[in-house]
Every structure is written in structure tokens, then in C-alpha cells.
């Protein structure tokens, strides 16, 4: 009997935890985040209503549209990735539950994950939802078809979440951040190694697929604060190679090698920051820290 009573009590206790909900971060200084498994109730609750609700309320799907796939959407299932601190998730994400309510998409096939923007868990999930799913940019919405990725809708649509859906239905999809996956895709094949000896060749081979600077710059510092440092000053180099003339690339790859201690090289790209830009900010007080640091 008793042991009958632990074995029920441990199933009660991993069944509660599995089906833990909406856990709310809150302190004085910062608004109050949703981080884990959310659910619509709550983002429509006090703290998130505002912008969930509103938007929500305010999104007119285009029925036309949803009416073409509803009866195949309801083949998938969708993991979300969203920041309840992040402009855009309050956008886009009130929108896009709009849209599959439009199209009778059942919400028990739909996983919604918050992340931080703690810089120490930049991107994450307390429960390692994101760990190897490449969330770089939120929100992200992941479809899947018999457990495998079909295709993701990245920050935003391309055009409208009734359009873009349609195409990943149609097999007919470009997400965005393009460069982000391809890089990832090499990185992965290739591991860090190999990867900064043939830096050169990546960084042409990726090139095609580079919209602006900012892209890869945020997937190097998801992929520092997540404990691979080594891949994320990886990247950081890759970017360095695709914007020579922008000195925030020079500033974030400095950054995160100060951070791993090797200080000499940093101060070799801090004043490559500084030759491009002389009043980047970042770049100035971080060679005043140092100077600073080596005086006393």
C-alpha cells in the first residue's frame, strides 16, 4: 500500500508540473513576463490584456482565405516561441491566434512558450522548450506535420499569416532570416572547428542570403548566452566578414571575447569599432574600463 501511495503521488507530481501554466515573473523595476507553457487565457489576463486582447479584438482575418486551409491546417500541430515583453509578439501573436481561430484550428494542437530577455537566459525557456529549435528572433511559430518541421513563420509574416500559412500548407514558403538558417545548417554540419577554419568559404556561401546586419548578430549572442560561446563568436566573425564597414559587428564580436577573456584580441576589434565610428559609445567605454582596470 505505501508503495502504491509514492507511485501515485510521483505520477500526481510530474502530471502537475507537466501541466504547469502561465508562470509569472514579476520585480519592482520591470514589468511582470509570462516564461514556460502559456495558454490564450493567460495573455488575455490583467498584465497582458492591453495589448492581447486589443489586438486580438481589433484583427479582422480574411475569411476567404482561411477557408482554404482550415480543413488541412487541422493536420499540424504549431509550437510558438513569444516574449511577452516583445513588441513584436503583442503585435503579431494576438493576430495569428485570431487567424487560427478563423480557421477552426483546434488550440489543443497549438504549444505556446514563453521566453527571457534576461541576457543570461536570452531567448529561453525554463523549461528548455527552445533547446535545439534555433529561436533567435520572436516570435516564432514552428508547423509541424507527423513530428516533423514543415516550416516556421519568424517575427513576423511575410505577407499575412492567412497568406503565408496557405504557402507553408502549398509547400511554396520562404521564411524569414533566411542567412540565420543556413548559417545554422553549417554550423551544425560542419561543428565550430571546422566551421571558423572555413570561414571564408561560409561567409560567401551564405552571403546571397543576408537582408542587414542585425540578423545574425542577435543568433550570435542566442547562441553566447546559451552557453556555446565558441559558436557564438563564430558567428560573430561571419558577421564581421559579411559588414566590414559596420562597427556594432566589430563592437559584438569584441564583446563577447572580452567576456571569454581573451581581452587582447577584443581590444583589436574595439578599435576597429572606433577607426569605422569614433563616437560609438560601446566601443569607448569599454577601452576606458579596460585602461582603466590595467592602471590599477
Known sequence: MKKQLTIAFLLFTILTFSQSFNSEITSKEKSPKLLGKINKEGLSSKNYSEWFVKNYDDYQPNSELTNQF????????????????????????????????????????????????????????????????????????????????IN?????????????????????????????????????EMGVDKFNQKIKKVTKKVKPYAVKFSELNTYSSVLFYANKKEEGI??????????????????????????SGNQEEALTFYNKALAINPTNKSAKKFLENIAENVAN
Open 234 to 259: 563564430a558567428i560573430a566573425r561571419l558577421n564581421v566578414g559579411l559588414y566590414p564597414e559596420e562597427d556594432h559587428g566589430y563592437v559584438n564580436l569584441a564583446n563577447k571575447l572580452y567576456n
Open 70 to 149: 482550415k480543413e488541412n491546417l487541422s493536420e499540424y500541430t504549431i509550437t510558438m516561441f513569444l516574449g511577452t515583453w516583445c513588441g513584436d509578439s503583442k503585435k503579431e501573436v494576438p493576430i495569428f491566434y485570431k487567424t487560427l481561430g478563423a480557421a477552426n484550428f483546434p488550440l489543443d494542437r497549438l504549444t505556446t512558450v514563453g521566453v527571457d530577455n534576461k541576457r543570461e537566459n536570452y531567448k529561453q525557456s525554463p523549461g528548455g522548450e527552445h533547446e535545439g529549435m534555433n529561436i533567435h528572433r520572436v516570435p516564432t511559430m514552428i508547423f509541424y506535420k507527423n513530428g516533423q518541421e
Open 152 to 188: 516556421r513563420i519568424v517575427e513576423h509574416p511575410s505577407k499575412s499569416f492567412e497568406e503565408d500559412i496557405s504557402s507553408i500548407i502549398n509547400n511554396d514558403y520562404v521564411a524569414n532570416y533566411q542567412i540565420v538558417t543556413k548559417t545554422n545548417a553549417i554550423l551544425n
